[in-house]
Nanobody, 117 residues
Framework: VQLQASGGGLVQAGGSLRLSCAAS????????MNWYRQTPGKQRDLVAG???????NYLDSVKGRFTVSSDDAKNTVYLQMNSLKPGDTAIYYC????????????WGQGTLVTVSS
């Protein structure tokens, strides 16, 4: 199983980006998919997540600006990021709790988001 993240880049403050993360391989079920972010020297923080039932959760600082969604048919999770701030600059990682032959946790390779002031 692989998670492939894409969509990062450089954007000015106030701008928008949309991240995508597609899970591929032999997948029988996905419990939830998340987006985390990390900056140098800091821990990786959960930014947003969505369950298979469509329940979402967000980091307080991104509520109202970021929207997480998923396409179950494509095993893909998205993160629409609006009104971006320099403080959102980080490497964004996708994560999935899914079942192949057993349940496990899988991570994507990370995509860099840079927000300039």
């Amino acid at each position: 199983v692989q998670l492939q993240a894409s969509g990062g880049g450089l954007v000015q403050a106030g701008g928008s980006l949309r991240l995508s993360c597609a899970a591929s391989g032999t997948i029988f079920s996905i419990n939830y998919m998340n987006w985390y972010r990390q900056t140098p020297g800091k821990q990786r923080d959960l930014v947003a997540g969505i369950t298979s039932g469509g329940i979402t959760n967000y980091l307080d600082s991104v509520k109202g600006r970021f929207t997480v969604s998923s396409d179950d048919a494509k095993n893909t999770v998205y993160l629409q990021m609006n009104s971006l701030k320099p403080g959102d600059t980080a490497i964004y990682y996708c994560h999935a709790r899914l079942r192949t032959t057993t349940w496990g946790d899988y991570w994507g390779q990370g995509t860099l988001v840079t927000v300039s002031s």
